[in-house]
């Protein structure tokens, strides 16, 4: 049975350890700046040859960990036992596998952004950029507040304590500037594409503009043309005949105040004459105009009405004194026929009775003559 490893032994052992992965962790953090200062490099050999020295381009052997005694049990073997070599790779290969897979991704959305603009959609994929940016960079280079020399703010920016620390966070601010410097341009480009889309558009729209208004300016010119051949004397013609009809008009209702008023004049002459035959002819064609609509809107004879309706009073009276006369007149003039007819049948006994019928009947229609106007006319104003 083999005895445990001395004390001295495990000690040697421990610093060959020790030294093979400080040289080791060197090498690698050395070749992933290469790698990182390019995430776009996806091919097969970049990623074949990522292990490479940045200043050598012979490759740097895996580092030879030292061989655990047969003594120790495999179950005996922890974690803890690589801390020395996972502590200080541990950022640079997260970050590595990052920019792998944010590769990868990108790879993916360009494929899909291809095909969507293939298809005629397009304008998709803005803001991704950054937000993958914000991602990928911690959150706390972003805060608005975010002032280095603040002594929270670059400790947490900052946590080194030796050289090497110092070397990794130079690498991972490098890392970072170059992760937003890509994104950034990448953003730039997709927005910038639209915007020199639209301006091309914008062109073309003002190209487009400048021509329907040289087209309307030809039109105005055209409409001016014709308007001056054509439109202007037929335009004339119609004014001038819509002139002819109001003249028309006005001249049809100046003869009709004329009527009118010369009807006025005569059966003011006719009532002052006791003619109420003619007063009566004109006072009926006075309240045919009032009953139409030919004296609408004309205001100088708003008051005919009355005066109509006064003159036909008036003949009433001429009429009724008129009738009051004749018969008084009549009926006088038979008292005297008959006192003469008495003293004729006295003095002529011998006069045939057919004369006296026949005188009889003259006397009645001459009564009846000079009645037959003035009953017509009492009747004509009780109608008006």
């Known amino acids: 049975m083999d005895s445990p490893p001395s004390q001295h032994t495990w000690g040697r052992s421990t610093t060959s350890l020790s030294s093979s992965l400080s040289k080791s962790n060197s090498d690698s953090i050395q070749s992933l700046s290469s790698i990182l200062n390019n995430p776009h490099a996806a091919d097969a050999a970049s990623w074949a040859g990522w292990w490479s020295s940045s200043s050598s381009a012979v490759a740097v052997a895996v580092p030879e960990f030292a061989i655990i005694p047969a003594s120790k049990a495999a179950s005996d073997v922890s974690r803890s036992d690589f801390l020395p070599y996972l502590s200080p790779i541990s950022d640079a290969f997260h970050r590595f596998e990052d920019i792998r897979n944010h590769a990868s991704n990108e790879q993916i959305n360009a494929s899909a952004d291809a095909a969507t603009n293939s298809t005629g959609s397009g304008g998709g994929g803005q803001g991704e950029a950054l937000v993958a940016c914000l991602r990928e960079v911690p959150a706390l280079y972003f805060k608005e507040d975010f002032r280095l ?132 002819d004109v006072t009926d064609d006075l309240q045919h105009l009032l009953d139409g609509d030919e004296l609408s809107g004309l205001h100088c004879f708003r008051h005919l009405r009355d005066h109509v309706i006064g003159f036909i009073e008036s003949i009433n009276s001429i009429l009724s004194a008129e009738f009051i006369r004749a018969s008084l007149n009549d009926a006088a003039e038979k008292d005297v026929i ?19 019928v026949k005188l009889e009947e003259e006397e009645t229609n001459h009564f009846k003559d000079s009645l037959l106007p003035t009953v017509i006319g009492l009747l004509r104003t009780v109608s008006n």
Do not use: W
Not at 158 to 180: G, I, R, T
Not at 196 to 214: M, N, S
Not at 338 to 356: F, T, V
């Open 149 to 280: 020399e603040d002594g929270a703010t670059f400790r947490a920016a900052c946590p080194f304590a030796n050289v090497a620390e110092n070397l990794a966070l130079q690498e991972k601010l490098s890392h970072y500037l170059d992760v937003v410097e890509l994104h950034l341009v990448k953003e730039i480009s997709l927005r910038s594409s639209s915007f020199f889309e639209a301006q091309g558009q914008l062109q073309d729209l003002d190209a487009k503009i400048l021509q329907g208004c040289e087209q309307i300016r030809h039109l105005k010119d055209t409409i001016r043309l014709l308007d001056a051949d054509l439109v202007h004397d037929a335009r004339r013609i119609q004014e001038l005949n819509g002139t002819r009809t109001n003249l028309l008009a006005l001249l049809q209702k100046l003869r009709l105040i004329f009527y009118v008023n010369q009807a006025l004049s005569a059966l003011k002459l006719l009532v002052a004459s006791a003619d109420c035959a003619g007063a009566l």
């Open 338 to 356: 008959i006192l003469s007819k008495a003293k004729a049948r006295a003095s002529l006994p011998m006069n045939g009775k057919d004369d006296e």
